[in-house]
């Protein structure tokens, strides 16, 4: 059925619909989960597929052995924390999960007894629903130009943008060498290799790179991989690099948030902020699927480069 023909159906059976449940029928048309099959596109379908084969290839948390610091900044968050990879387990999958006891959102206030409290969740990647969000929503048509996703993990941004965006590269720079082989099979069997390419380096050795990217994504990078003075030097380093006039940077979180905790050491030159970027609002209110969680999109920030290249 074409569009005319479900429109034209869809208006019959509203006026069949008694009066008094219109407005309900249509708060249901907008938000219910039943709906949730109908909205999944082709590109959700390969990103599902995509999660699944690195699911396969990775335990649980999703992160690996080499990954000390990150396993120890988890440990020591004040509430507990537990990683659950966004992009690999969406809420379905965590859901069945803990109703299998393979994963649990809880944890035991006291040894052996039944008193619970929610355990913190974080991710170090996107969902595919933020991917939604950031490629067809916030993002301005990408046709020629260069993305690039600094600490691209399992690389997720790079397939997003390959799927949601015409983007004509999409590069990721990862540190770690495990992630890198994991991001290079995805690339070679789904046939992305034409449009993303994936750099092993530190993104401190890329100012070539960052001098030519017209969009760059930084998805909590560094909390949890640097030490707060190897932090300092990236921000430096991305500052100084990344001044095409008009280019577009996203963060996560906001990037006063991401540098807030390295205060005092930050140099005066990175804390003018307001002469290289200015922040562009977003309205966070577009509805994507029901299970977006939307303080998660609220996370994610945009902001134009504001001075010359
Ligand atoms: C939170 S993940 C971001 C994942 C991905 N961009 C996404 O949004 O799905 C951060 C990644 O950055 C990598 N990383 C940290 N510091 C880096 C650096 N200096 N250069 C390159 N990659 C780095 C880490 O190894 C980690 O995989």
Same mark, same amino acid.
């Given at each position: 059925?074409?569009?005319?023909?479900?429109?034209?159906?869809?208006?019959?059976?509203?006026?069949?619909?008694e009066r008094q449940d219109l407005p309900k029928l249509l708060e249901w048309l907008k938000t219910s989960d039943d709906l949730d099959d109908c909205l999944v596109d082709?590109?959700?379908?390969?990103?599902?597929? %995509?999660?699944?084969?690195?699911?396969?290839?990775?335990?649980?948390?999703?992160?690996?052995?080499?990954?000390?610091?990150?396993?120890?900044?988890?440990? =020591?968050?004040?509430?507990?924390?537990?990683?659950?990879?966004?992009?690999?387990?969406?809420?379905?999958?965590?859901?069945?999960?803990?109703? *299998? $006891? +393979?994963?649990?959102?809880?944890?035991?206030?006291?040894?052996?007894?039944?008193?619970?409290?929610?355990?913190?969740? %974080?991710?170090?990647?996107?969902?595919?629903?933020?991917?939604?969000? &950031?490629?067809?929503?916030?993002?301005?048509?990408?046709? !020629?130009?260069?993305?690039?996703?600094? $600490?691209?993990?399992? $690389?997720?941004?790079?397939? !997003?943008?390959?799927?949601?965006?015409?983007?004509?590269?999409?590069?990721?720079? *990862?540190?770690?060498?495990?992630?890198? +082989?994991?991001?290079?099979?995805?690339?070679? +069997?789904?046939?992305?290799?034409?449009?993303?390419?994936?750099?092993?380096?530190?993104?401190?050795?890329?100012?070539?790179?960052?001098?030519?990217?017209?969009?760059? %994504?930084?998805?909590?990078?560094? *909390?949890?991989?640097? *030490?707060?003075?190897?932090?300092? =030097?990236?921000?430096?380093?991305i500052s100084q690099n990344f001044r095409k006039k008009g280019a577009l940077l996203v963060t996560v979180p906001r990037i006063q948030e991401a540098l807030a905790s390295?205060?005092?050491?930050?140099?005066?030159?990175?804390?003018? &902020?307001?002469?290289?970027?200015?922040?562009?609002?977003?309205?966070?209110?577009?509805?994507?699927?029901?299970?977006?969680?939307?303080?998660? &999109? +609220?996370? %994610?920030?945009?902001?134009?480069? &504001?001075?010359?290249?």
């Amino acid at each position: 059925m074409n569009f005319s023909d479900a429109r034209n159906e869809i208006l019959q059976v509203l006026s069949k619909t008694e009066r008094q449940d219109l407005p309900k029928l249509l708060e249901w048309l907008k938000t219910s989960d039943d709906l949730d099959d109908c909205l999944v596109d082709n590109q959700h379908v390969i990103l599902q597929s %995509i999660a699944e084969d690195l699911r396969a290839c990775l335990p649980l948390e999703a992160v690996v052995p080499s990954e000390t610091m990150a396993i120890q900044k988890t440990h =020591q968050k004040p509430h507990p924390t537990v990683h659950v990879d966004a992009f690999l387990y969406d809420e379905e999958t965590v859901d069945s999960l803990c109703e *299998e $006891g +393979k994963m649990s959102r809880n944890y035991c206030l006291s040894c052996g007894s039944h008193r619970t409290a929610l355990l913190d969740f %974080i991710s170090h990647s996107f969902s595919i629903s933020e991917l939604q969000f &950031l490629f067809q929503k916030i993002l301005p048509d990408l046709t !020629g130009q260069l993305v690039v996703d600094v $600490g691209s993990r399992l $690389g997720a941004v790079l397939y !997003g943008g390959y799927l949601y965006s015409a983007a004509s590269q999409l590069v990721g720079v *990862e540190i770690s060498s495990e992630f890198i +082989k994991l991001q290079t099979m995805v690339m070679e +069997k789904y046939g992305f290799s034409d449009r993303v390419q994936v750099i092993h380096a530190d993104v401190r050795s890329q100012a070539a790179l960052l001098q030519n990217a017209d969009v760059l %994504i930084m998805n909590n990078v560094f *909390e949890y991989f640097m *030490e707060p003075s190897d932090q300092i =030097q990236a921000w430096q380093f991305i500052s100084q690099n990344f001044r095409k006039k008009g280019a577009l940077l996203v963060t996560v979180p906001r990037i006063q948030e991401a540098l807030a905790s390295l205060e005092e050491t930050v140099s005066l030159e990175m804390l003018t &902020l307001s002469q290289w970027i200015e922040e562009v609002p977003l309205d966070y209110s577009i509805y994507l699927k029901n299970d977006t969680d939307p303080d998660s &999109l +609220k996370q %994610i920030h945009l902001y134009r480069v &504001l001075c010359p290249s």
